[in-house]
């Protein structure tokens, strides 16, 4: 008879647990689950007792208080898994939530090569982003950012600059978010990185400086871009001083855009800024032969522009900066774009010792 009660009381508790299971994944969907798994945690209550006193020995009747306690304690599961469900279920979706918006700025900072971190000037400790440590190709652990770490994988030729205008920084009462560009080093030396950092400070009562929040851009790609072309442009400038003929280039509206060093020599000119950006024909070729005034809309040079034509010519003069003239021979060749004219190139020479 023992054995019987003990089997009985067993199903009856795996029974109120499977319910109250089933409580919390489909109070929503099922109300009536939890009428059920009431019940069942009811029976199971009133028969733990026997299944405890077989376990013991003790087969003389239940106490009553002690069952009713029991009792008590199922009601009280079963009500509040019933009615938690709904705080439950907007915990997980609330988490889920902040779990997505997380996985977002993660992917955003991947995606514009951004690290957010912080520094707190008041005892020099300091925060990186997981971006930070993926950029610098560092794990966590293996790096401890503190404000002096993080100055100290700045490249050497600029790490005095960059703690200078962070010491500044701390020490400013100005709100104004503060510009560093650097060169950075990541785990390994031959990897240097070029960063933009913005830094935007927060003020005690005081005014003070104690800590800051800083977006960290990687701009390696843009600044290596940039320096290609850098170095090309010196390639073709370097080519152009190489001719003893002088050459300058306009675009559509007759505007220097570039020169080389005959030019500039033949012209009376010292650098390329003199030049560049300013209308060729009013500056050194608005006079004729006869000093009369020479229209921008007769002149021959742009007819290269407009004619879409080569043009050589050897009875002209062009204007020198100090107002003097000489006779020149030049040829005006017009440059094209996908079968667009853009602007031209001009050459010239001084044919002073033909005349």
């Known amino acids: 008879m023992s054995a019987i009660i003990a089997g009985i009381s067993v199903f009856l508790l795996l029974a109120a647990a499977i319910s109250l299971l089933r409580l919390v994944k489909l109070a929503e969907q099922w109300p ?31 106490n009553i208080t002690t069952t009713l306690l029991c009792l008590g304690i199922a009601v009280l599961m079963a009500v509040g ?27 955003a900072q991947l995606t514009a090569k951004l690290g957010i971190f912080t520094l707190d000037f008041r005892d020099d400790t300091a925060w990186w982003s997981d971006e930070m440590y993926l950029r610098y190709g560092y794990e966590k652990g293996e790096f401890v950012p503190t404000v002096e770490t993080i100055l100290e994988i700045i490249h050497p030729e600029d790490r005095g600059r960059a703690r200078a ?12 978010p503060l510009e560093i560009d650097c060169r950075a080093m990541a785990s390994s030396d031959a990897d240097v990185r070029y960063i933009h950092s913005v830094f935007t400070p927060e003020k005690d009562n005081a005014g003070r400086t104690i800590r800051c929040r800083a977006v960290s851009q990687d701009v390696t790609e843009l600044m290596r871009a940039n320096i290609e072309i850098t170095e090309r442009e010196q390639q073709h400038q370097l080519l152009l001083d190489s001719s003893a003929v002088a050459i300058y280039g306009s675009d559509l509206s007759g505007n220097c855009t570039f020169c080389n060093a005959a030019c500039l020599r033949l012209l009376g000119y010292e650098n390329q800024d003199d030049l560049r950006g300013m209308s060729m024909h009013e500056l050194i070729h608005h006079t004729r032969v006869d000093g009369s005034p020479y229209p921008v809309e007769e002149c021959r040079i742009n007819q290269a522009l407009h004619g879409q034509k080569n ?14 003239r000489f006779p020149v021979e030049y040829w005006s060749y017009p440059v094209k774009r996908n079968g667009t004219t853009v602007g031209c190139v001009v050459t010239f020479v001084d044919i002073t010792a033909r005349k």
Request: hydrophobic share 45%; no cysteine; charged share 20%.
């Open 32 to 62: 009536i689950s939890g009428f059920i798994a009431l019940a069942f945690a009811l029976m199971a209550a009133n028969s733990s007792l026997p299944l405890y006193r077989i376990v013991v020995g003790d087969l003389s009747p239940p």
């Open 81 to 107: 898994a019933y009615f938690g469900r709904p705080l439950i279920k907007a915990l997980a979706t609330s988490n889920q939530a902040l779990q997505h918006r997380e996985a977002q700025l993660a992917d």
């Open 165 to 176: 205008s962070i010491d500044a920084f701390r020490q400013s009462t100005s709100s104004e």
């Open 311 to 324: 043009i050589h010519v050897d009875s002209e003069v062009l204007i020198r900066k100090d107002g003097s």
